[in-house]
């Protein structure tokens, strides 16, 4: 597997506060997940790659170029579902609001329908495309953000707290399509501490602890780190940390 994200010693402080100290990370092709106690800077560091938080120094090289000082490459590379759904909702209809990001990137008509509908059917939403966001339900809204984010084909996807508030059923069409956009090729990073749901499927984990990476490395060696750092991990084989269902796979 390539590496698509190294992190070399990334420090950001925010109002005085250091938020990042002396980051260490390599996501690579596939699902990477990013775990720590609240308030550990996880949601900061997804803000530093996307470029929408400046660190105050560090490395940060995405495809194997060097991005550190290019914020705007970032923009454009990345894909960020936020933690809050709500901020993230646009347009009328859940097909407008879809439709946002890849006609603000300058794409033609047939490539916006195009995008907006790969991603209604990946999401199994075409029932809800006229529907208006704001009657949607929280876990509804958290999957129209997601494809919100997945119809401008980022080539990288971060994910904060993905399963927040979700049912079974909305648990599995996220990480359905999650699995879905592994096959494609996408580096997709999970910030979440539902280890249960999702560890399984997961080909690295950066731990991370006072806003310092305390492990990163194969999720099959994660489990003492993650255990001693205060996220929970149930006692169970790693393999079944999963809730996609066992007919599904
Ligand atoms: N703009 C800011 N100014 C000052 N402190 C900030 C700012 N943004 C974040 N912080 C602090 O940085 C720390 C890390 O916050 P962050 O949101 O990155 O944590 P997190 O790991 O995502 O937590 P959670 O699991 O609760 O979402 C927290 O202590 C937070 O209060
Ligand atoms: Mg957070």
Redesign the pocket.
């Known amino acids: 597997m390539s590496d698509r994200i190294r992190i070399e010693n990334l420090n950001l402080s ?2 005085g ?1 250091v ?1 990042l100290s002396g980051l260490d990370a390599v996501f690579t092709d596939g699902i990477n997940a990013v775990c ?10 997804l ?1 530093v790659i996307k470029g929408l938080a400046k660190a105050s120094s560090g490395t940060i090289v995405i495809d194997n170029a060097d991005l550190s000082r290019k914020a705007g490459a970032r923009l454009a590379a990345v894909g960020l579902v936020f ?1 809050d759904a709500d901020v993230q909702t646009v347009g009328e209809s859940v097909e407008k609001d879809i439709e946002f990001g890849p006609a603000n990137l300058g794409w033609s008509r047939g490539q916006i329908r195009e995008a907006t509908e790969g991603t209604l059917a990946l999401l199994g939403m075409e029932a809800y495309r006229k529907t208006r966001p704001q009657v949607l339900s929280g876990g509804e809204k958290r999957i129209l953000a997601i494809a919100g984010v997945l119809a401008m084909r980022p080539s990288i996807i971060l994910m ?2 993905p399963f927040a508030n979700l049912d079974f059923d909305s648990v599995q069409k996220v990480l359905s399509a999650i699995i879905k956009l592994k096959e494609q090729g996408i580096c997709v990073v999970i ?1 979440s ?1 539902e280890t249960d749901k999702f560890l399984a499927l997961a080909d690295n984990v950066l731990v ?1 602890d006072k ?1 310092r990476s305390v492990f990163c490395g194969k999720a099959a060696y994660s489990l003492d780190a993650l255990r001693s750092h205060g996220v929970h991990v149930a006692d169970m084989p790693l393999e079944k940390m999963t809730w996609v269902r066992e007919s599904a796979g």
Do not use: A, F, Y
């Open positions: 925010l109002g506060k938020i720590g106690p609240n308030g550990s800077g996880k949601t900061s560091l803000r933690q904060d707290e910030v501490h991370m806003g």
